[in-house]
């Protein structure tokens, strides 16, 4: 049949890709224009200029695509920078060679005068996270003040993994202790982080298990749950601490056992722990069977409002999760779903309500997949949740970045948009760039070619287009001792070979100059005395 292709298909903002795609792109291009946009720099391999050090230490991978996107006979255009900022800053002179086809310039050996003034590109060494994002916050208030045009919208912070830093920036950019306040949003976070989200994936992950105490507390004690049961916190840990002592384990009821083939006889299970603390509360300590139970009850009177609502929030765990063990269709279990988390989750927060409207968004995006493939087969359960906990677990959606405030995101590729000021936390030796770990079987150790994805080439390319993309201001830090002995730890290679490169262009001196070792306390004298 026909192909139906749009005018113009355009590729935005990238520093490699593979050969692969980039083939699919030549082909396409025999149809319709094709136009690839890239913030990269010269390729010295089709001039005679002496390519810069750090073009060369950094930029294989943005070289290796213009020969890639060459091979397959694109034409590349250069589009010179039109910007006016200022080139009488280490940072604005380095990124000037870099760009540069003059060999003059590009060879990157004409001497250069630090000025302690200078704030363009600094290092410094911390004692641990904490205190990297605590300089961050500080020189940030300095940026923000040596030029009133910056906006929190102008400032960039990156960090290696932001499952791990974002508790520390929450508790430094969002502290409100007197220091600076500057208004944040965090990109790049896995959708599972999110409170409701983490919730929603430990309640489904009930369903084929033997309801064990702790799993089931697990999800009750996530507020929007207990809130949704008719429970508060303080109800939650009564109802953890008196189901224990009435020595509920696991499993729902006699069935539940039956139905996992294990013994029904005396087995601590939901239904006879609660029943015991129900008929507790009526009939009180008592040595006599009731009903053919124990009363369970303490010296004082409890809480039977908390009884009954846990009771009452079992039973429709139980029989709902009895219901999930027949197949369905996936429109079958979007409609189930959907309506079981309106039951059970009632978000309190407006980061609830948006944590519960992304997992519905994802239900109801698996629904709209399998509607458009026409999939209408019978599925169990464990293929859905295994979908939403792949789709949840996806940090790849970008949200939260370019929100208005200061965007703190990943250390990942595709972060070459222009920011007046970017800030890159966590440049330790073991943790930046990543290391590739092949397996022995893997081939492409073996035969290596252009293209091949390689992590430490993508983190190099990744360093150099930051340094590219700052319009005034780079703040690297890492950890340079430990917290605990003050032993001295190594700053990412990347860090050393740009260091090495200045001190052979200033005399020895840019290790003196651009790198600051800071305290293990924000309160050191050593930040008010005279020296």
């Given at each position: 049949g026909s192909l139906s292709l749009p005018s113009r298909v355009s590729v935005f903002g990238v520093?490699?890709?593979?050969?692969?795609?980039?083939?699919?792109?030549?082909?396409?291009?025999?149809?319709?224009?094709?136009?690839?946009?890239?913030?990269?720099?010269p390729d010295h391999a089709t001039s005679t200029a002496t390519p810069h050090p750090l073009a060369t230490a950094f930029g294989s991978q943005g070289q290796v695509l213009q020969r890639l996107l060459a091979a397959q006979g694109a034409t590349i255009v250069s589009l010179h920078d039109e910007s006016t900022n200022s080139h009488d800053t280490l940072l604005a002179q380095l990124q000037q060679e870099l760009a540069s086809t003059d060999d003059r310039q590009a060879d990157g050996s004409r001497v250069l005068t630090l000025s302690a003034d200078d704030m363009s590109l600094r290092v410094h060494a911390a004692h641990g996270r904490l205190r990297e994002l605590e300089i961050i916050r500080d020189q940030l208030g300095h940026a923000f003040v040596s030029d009133?045009?910056?906006?929190?919208?102008?400032?960039?912070?990156?960090?290696?993994?932001?499952?791990?830093?974002?508790?520390?920036?929450?508790?430094?950019?969002?502290?409100?202790?007197?220091?600076?306040?500057?208004?944040?949003?965090?990109?790049?976070?896995?959708?599972?982080?999110?409170?409701?989200?983490?919730?929603?994936?430990?309640l489904f992950?009930?369903?084929?298990?033997?309801?064990?105490?702790?799993?089931?507390?697990?999800?009750?004690?996530?507020?929007?749950?207990?809130?949704?049961?008719?429970?508060?916190e303080r109800q939650v840990e009564y109802l953890r601490r008196t189901t224990r002592e009435a020595n509920v384990r696991w499993g729902y009821d006699d069935e539940a056992l039956e139905r996992l083939s294990l013994p029904v006889a005396d087995m601590p299970t939901w239904r006879t722990g609660i029943d015991r603390l129900l008929l507790g509360q009526m009939a009180g300590a008592v040595p006599d069977l009731i009903l053919g139970a124990l009363p369970q009850a303490g010296d004082t009177v409890g809480d039977p409002a908390a009884l009954g609502a846990l009771s009452q929030w079992i039973d429709t765990l139980a029989i709902t999760l009895q219901s999930w063990r027949d197949s369905r269709s996936i429109a079958d279990w979007?409609?189930?779903?959907?309506?079981?988390?309106?039951?059970?989750?009632?978000?309190?927060?407006?980061?609830?309500?948006?944590?519960?409207?992304?997992?519905?968004?994802?239900?109801h995006a698996l629904a709209a997949t399998a509607a458009h493939a026409g999939y209408q087969a019978l599925v169990p359960f464990s293929v859905v949740r295994d979908w939403l906990e792949q789709e949840l677990a996806d940090d790849s959606f970008g949200s939260g970045f370019l929100s208005g405030r200061l965007t703190v995101a990943a250390l990942k590729p595709?972060?070459?948009?222009?920011?007046?000021?970017?800030?890159?936390?966590g440049l330790d030796d073991a943790a930046f760039p990543r290391r590739d770990r092949?397996?022995?079987?893997?081939?492409?150790?073996?035969?290596?070619?252009?293209?091949?994805?390689?992590?430490?080439?993508?983190?190099?390319?990744?360093?150099?287009?930051?340094?590219?993309?700052?319009?005034?201001?780079?703040?690297?830090?890492?950890?340079?001792?430990?917290?605990?002995?003050?032993?001295?730890?190594?700053?990412?290679i990347v860090i050393d070979e740009v260091l090495d490169h200045l001190d052979r262009r200033t005399n020895g001196s840019a290790r003196t100059t651009l790198v600051l070792r800071h305290p293990l306390q924000a309160f050191s004298d050593r930040y008010v005395s005279a020296a």
């Open positions: 520093s490699s890709l593979p050969p692969r795609l980039i083939e699919l792109l030549a082909a396409i291009a025999r149809h319709t224009e094709v136009v690839v946009y890239a913030a990269l720099l009133r045009t910056l906006k929190p919208h102008d400032v960039l912070l990156l960090v290696p993994d932001i499952s791990e830093w974002a508790p520390l920036v929450q508790s430094v950019f969002g502290a409100n202790n007197g220091s600076v306040s500057i208004p944040f949003a965090v990109a790049d976070r896995r959708r599972r982080d999110e409170s409701v989200a983490t919730a929603v994936l430990r992950s009930l369903e084929g298990g033997r309801l064990t105490h702790s799993d089931v507390f697990g999800v009750l004690e996530q507020p929007a749950i207990f809130t949704a049961a008719g429970l508060d979007a409609t189930a779903l959907t309506d079981f988390l309106g039951r059970v989750v009632q978000p309190t927060t407006a980061d609830e309500r948006e944590g519960l409207n992304t997992v519905r968004a994802v239900v595709m972060r070459s948009v222009p920011f007046k000021v970017i800030a890159v936390a092949r397996p022995a079987f893997d081939l492409l150790a073996c035969e290596p070619r252009e293209g091949d994805r390689n992590l430490r080439d993508d983190d190099r390319q990744l360093f150099l287009d930051l340094l590219m993309a700052a319009e005034s201001r780079v703040v690297l830090t890492y950890s340079g001792n430990d917290p605990r002995d003050n032993a001295a730890r190594a700053p990412s």
